[in-house]
């Protein structure tokens, strides 16, 4: 690749360094292109919990026990059926490779994300719910309820109130009957002078890393655990860098198992996947550029990302949704980069097409909250082969692909598939990009 | 059934002039109960554009309301010091054509000499005199405002938070004696010959029911008196208007700007605290209170509306859109405007109930003045000796001085912007919620950093200040009312309310769920722009990891 | 008739009482305006004041840009607040703005929390503007 400053050729451009941007980035490098990924800043993914949600089983009823409910793919194949907008319906010609897609990005990740085994984990959050998850972070591995044996102990550090341990187990107790163990609150000493009272958790999980410290807890954790415990399930606040190996530190100090729940804002684990993305693009050899991409013509013309010229014979478009600005609403829906029209949701619009991103809020939306919102899962309309489309169904561009949040069709933030999207639709876009490329370049090749 | 309680008089809903007619009674020695079917100031209270202005519009028919009002909002004034804040307001001058014409300028000259006129009513509340700006300084001022204005003339105005000045008010109450039931609805009316002798209650969240004798009931339960009138058989005319409210997610100028919609109404865009209120509409309405939201219609007609003066207010951030509904007196023909907002105390001893009395219209600013005249209906009624009217002169809960915020912030050790809208909305009563954190460092978490919300306030306010459910909170501290919507703070007070009221998980769930399903309802129509990207935040966290 | 005498009144002022009035004043309607109300704090918004708050606007309280902050774990406002209060609870009017005392003085500049923000907010700018406006009331 050209040294800095320079006009950069590739095979691949990839809009968005989130999970969709960088599978696509790297299955991409895997199928031997040469690839550039323009990212701006975390998004959704830099902002996750901990946890790499796929798909859950829709038909399960709330009692199914853990053991007796649908593996991931099978989940995801009763999704497509029941959700017509959804990508993997979109897709479901293509979900037998949803499996490969999830083990290529896990296996990109192994260095912060666990293997997945084909079953979803059941991970504890702070609200006390119980959240199904393909894979997780390796330091939240041991606090799956359907896998955990003996008695969890949630623990509730004395001196800092934002989790409340009590809350967290209780979805634990009220998922006994579906296979979780025994689950009991132990109160640590832990953060009880001022400035940890009042520090925030990334300064939290700081402070842990400090020599002595993740010891220190683990001897605490110790002396006061139940009878019988065998995991200890700690605020999601144990190290910022996996390097540091607090947990390890506290099993060793502990003698149990340890590990974390699932976090909401602000979230060390979603800044511990985003360092560990762009640590693996880095060493990949996909070329980073730090950079928005805007009002540029797509695959085959130039493109100014970050003060730097970039030409790809195909672009895969993986920039998010409203958080990662790959969708925006200015009084109407729009896609910011490349001006594509914003078609696609769940819902009641689910068919609306051309007349969607012209509507008032409140029409794409629905009085109950929970019900699916058009507004909210707002994006792209894409064909099974992630080719973006316009208002009259065709393809944008043959050298054009979607990937991630971009697409439409699914509330990526709360309907438990965004990640499982984001692999799957990235290393398929991935991969055919980097054939497109291979197979019928235009740009002139250097040497 | 805990046996029936005695009451000299039974006060229904707790909006101003509910708790105020319930503290002026109280004041008075009468014992009395107050009974509010949701929060307090959960109607129009609750949802007023948060003004206490000096009724500038019946200077043209009859001026004794504007001194009356404006004395009343000097009252008010002195009562809750703290949370009363200025704002100036401009009335730019717009002409049609290039260059004013002799007409335009007339019309000018009239409103500067109105307002004019109305600075002689201001030393009664504290206000500051008007000014006649040339188009020039206008600009000075305000650069926002479009091109082409002639200049203007400014007007002084006090603005309040509504919810805790009807909270004070029973907080007061209650110091006097007085019964506060919240979340409790009143099913029946009893009746014996022609005379009221008693109210049947109903405990929402409990379900606990109760019998209270009385010979007289006030029925302050503003929009929803026609329907509680007919449930009860008696006839309370009515007519009203529905007011969507918008709010900015700060302060976009220090002054407010009066605008005209499409229509011709006059409307505002104002500071309001530490946001921006865009307000307001005022249409007939029949539809149900306890079922309100703004219309995307509704929005686009208010941001239309200040766009024509200030085209800036596109690229602003709304947060939310509120609404409410004016208990405006029953006249058939008039357009809503010029509807008075006069009020009326209704007997309805010729309706066979003799004892109840039902107070429509009014306005926020009046409310003192307003409760004043129902209690001494009320002391009429019972053929009780008349007692002296003191709600102008005793401060309300916290009001008796207003402390430093810069002072609290180093004794206390929290930071001063938190230590100000602590003073702001507490006043003296600061110094006993910073004392909670005092006893335990832990309590100075910040949990909302956009309004700067203290743990301790959220202990605090649930412990002394009639929370029963979380969304009251919404009232008191303004939770998860800003930008945020809840996303820092939501989880953590409802943990803290938890520990206070004694929920379990499952029920501090749900009154996440019901505060979330509340903000929901003011976001929907107004989703755009970074606010649509914190709402995506907001689902992750809530719906996603919270499953509510 | 209550209408009517409230116009003669009106009539009256417009043709005299006001008139005479504005003859007693002294100063420019703005210095008259400003005398009032400078003093609380309420000045005028300058365009730039506006184009801050309209960046600012753009937060999302998801705080990452705090990971990066330095100051977080020194200045006790910034630990308690974060640099999230920079764009809420600080510049949302310039009376919280004068509140913030010296919280916003510590930045360094170092830009290591802009690179993480979702919304592209310009935070080091952001904190130089409001800093030396709270410096300046």
Known sequence: ?447 | MPEPRRYDVVVLGGGANGAGAARDCAMRGLSVLLLEKRDLASGASGASSGMIHGGIRYMLSDRRVTELACRDAGYIRRIAPHLVFRIPFLMPFASRAEGATLAERAAWYATEVYVGTYDLYQPLKGGKPSTRLSAEETYALEPSLRPGLGGAVTLDEWGIDGPRLCLLNALSAEAHGAEVRTWTEATAIDRHEGRVVGVRWRDAITGERGEARTAAVVNATGAWSPLWGRANGVDVPMRPGKGVHLSLDRRFSNYGIICKAVDGRQMFLMPHEDESIIGTTDDDFYGDPDDLEATSDEVAYLLEGVESLVPSVRGARLTRAWSGVRTTLYEYGPTEDALSREHQLIDHAHEGAAGLFSFVGGKLASYRAQSEEIADRVEGFLGLAPRPCKTHEEPLPGGEAVPDPRELAERHGVPEPVARRIVFRHGSRARDLLLLADDDPRLKLVVCRDEGILAAEVVFVARHERVRRLEDLRRRCRLAIAGCGGLDCARVAAQLVARELDWDADQLRAELRELLEANWRERRAVLDGWQLAEEELLRAVHRGLGGL | MGRVRSLAYLGYRALLAHPLRRLSRRGSGRERFLASYGAEGLSPTSPEDRAVAEAASACISCGLCEAACPLAGVAPSVRDLGLRAAFRLYSKSVLALAASGDALAPCGACTGCEPLCPTGVPISRLVRHLASRAART
């Open chain 1, 1 to 447: 690749m050209p040294a800095d400053g320079a006009a950069i050729t590739c095979d691949v451009l990839v809009v968005g360094g989130g999970m969709a941007g960088a599978t696509a980035a790297l299955a991409a490098r895997d199928a031997g292109a040469r690839v550039a990924l323009a990212r701006r800043a975390p998004g959704s993914t830099g902002l996750s919990g901990g946890a790499v949600s796929v798909a859950h089983d829709p038909a399960a009823l709330p009692d199914a026990p853990f053991g007796g409910r649908a593996g991931v793919v099978e989940s995801a194949r009763r999704i497509a059926a029941t959700h017509p907008g959804h990508p993997y319906h979109v897709l479901r010609g293509s979900l037998d490779r949803l499996w490969t897609a999830v083990e290529f990005a896990t296996g990109q990740l192994s260095s912060i994300l666990a293997p997945p085994s084909g079953r979803n984990r059941w991970l504890l959050t702070p609200f006390g719910k119980v959240h199904p998850a393909a894979t997780c972070q390796r330091s939240m591995v041991a606090g799956d309820l359907a896998e955990a044996k003996g008695v969890l102990a949630v623990v509730a550090p004395r001196g800092h109130l934002w989790w409340d341990a009590g809350l967290v187990a209780s979805g634990a107790i009220r998922a006994r009957p579906l296979g979780a163990p025994e689950t009991r609150v132990v109160a640590l000493d832990l953060f009880l002078w001022e400035d940890a009272a009042l520090a925030r958790p990334v300064d939290l999980a700081r402070l842990l890393e400090a020599p002595g410290a993740a010891e220190e807890v683990g001897r605490m954790l110790a002396q006061r655990l139940p009878r019988g415990a065998t995991v200890a399930l700690f605020p999601p606040i144990l190290g910022l860098s996996p390097g540091a190996r607090v947990p390890e530190r506290v099993e060793g100090a502990a003698g149990v198992q340890v590990a974390e729940f699932l976090s909401d804002l602000p979230s060390v684990p979603g800044l511990r996947l985003q360092r560990a993305v762009d640590e693996r693009l880095a060493a990949s050899g996909v070329t980073v550029l730090a950079g928005e991409v805007h009002g540029a013509a797509g695959p085959g013309a130039p493109a100014r990302v970050g003060g730097r010229e970039v030409v790809a014979e195909s672009w895969v478009l993986a920039s998010g949704r409203f958080v990662g600005g790959g969708i925006a609403r200015r009084g109407e829906l729009l896609e910011p980069a490349l001006g594509l029209p914003v078609l696609a949701s769940e819902g009641a619009f689910a068919e609306a097409g051309a007349h969607l991103a012209a509507r008032p809020a409140a029409s794409l939306t629905v009085r109950d909250s929970r019900s699916p919102q058009p507004l909210l899962s707002a994006g792209l309309k894409v064909d099974a082969e992630l080719h973006p489309l316009d208002a009259d169904g065709r393809v944008a561009s043959p050298r054009l692909f979607a990937a991630g949040a971009v697409v439409g069709g699914h509330d990526q933030a709360s309907d438990g598939t965004g990640m499982g999207v984001a692999m799957l639709t990235g290393w398929l876009a991935g991969r055919s990009a980097a054939a497109v490329a291979r197979a019928r370049p235009v740009l002139p090749r250097r040497g």
